[in-house]
């Protein structure tokens, strides 16, 4: 129906065709198409949306069953959620004693322990650190402790600890690699790429035929970056004269590394060392302009004490102090008067001859 205003200002209601109720029978496909269509255009010249009955949708109650929320459900309901977390407590509480308590989790001996990468070190070096594990539960021994005292033996580089049930412990250890002679307060001992001085008894070092170059200037005081850096520059000076195949560095005797700016080295010549000095870069290049003019720089200076080879241009030779000759003496036996022998004493001690000679290379 519709409302029309008349024609003395009421509302007269007129009577819509009956179309509106016309249902179409069931399965007429054709005829429910033609329905909706005509529904649509109606509604869209008259601007009435088509209303359409709402669906009903569930209300959720909660997750709790109906039983749950009545009155005897609430405390049978509590029985029971307590009644599960006391058993679960409960298990836990009874493995975990089996567990700590069973005769069959205990370390029984030594042989208990597995150590596997040891080469330096004995065994018994590490088991020294379990010493109070034997004969306890294996879930009482703490393995990061454990881990930590063995990687503060100098000899080892990484460790790792852990447990194979029923009764045992693994422990893997990398030990560290020397690769110098280090001279520490007059004695000799090895020390790998991180500046780690690593002690060991002559006898072994001669029986493990070690061959290395002896470091200076690597002290026990100083912190672990500065030696790591003074033994990174060790590194790469033989890697630069090394890198051809010829072992150079089989040459040097004596390597110091005191100064990170200019590394030093001393290499044996006619049955006397000479002392090198090749800065902090151009190892290779440096060393061949030595080896070229050695055999010159001999010839003209006999007594040849040390080389600066860090400029481009030329080097600075260094001259070591001359024999002193034997006192004269008169004939007769007597010795020159004291005055002379004196003079002579103060020329014998006095700076060498020629102590800085440049020669400008060519």
Known sequence: MARQPDQHGGTAILEEPGDDFYRPPAGDSEALRSFRDSRADAD??????FLRARRRVPIRRGI??????TRWGRPAFAACVLAVLGGVVAVVWQTTDFLHHDPRFTIASASSIQIVGNSQLTRADL????GHDIGHNIFYVPLEQRQTQLEQIPWVERATVMRILPNQIRVAVAERTPIAFAE???????VDAAGVLLQMSPQEMAARRYSFPVVTGIHPSDPSAVRAARMQLYRRFLHDLDAGGQSISAQFSEINLSDLDDLKATVASNETGVLLYFGHEDFLARWQNYQAHI???RAQYPNLASVDLRYSDE?????ANPPAPAAARPAGGKSRPARAAKKQKARQTGRPISSRARRRMR
Do not use: D
Request: charged fraction near 15%; avoid cysteine; proline fraction near 6%.
């Open 44 to 49: 869209s010249e008259t601007g009435e949306p």
């Open 64 to 69: 709790l069953p109906a039983w749950a929320r």
């Open 127 to 130: 088991l020294s650190v379990f």
């Open 184 to 190: 520490v307060n007059g004695q000799i001992e090895l």
């Open 295 to 297: 055999a010159q720089w």
């Open 315 to 319: 080097v600075v030779l260094k001259l």
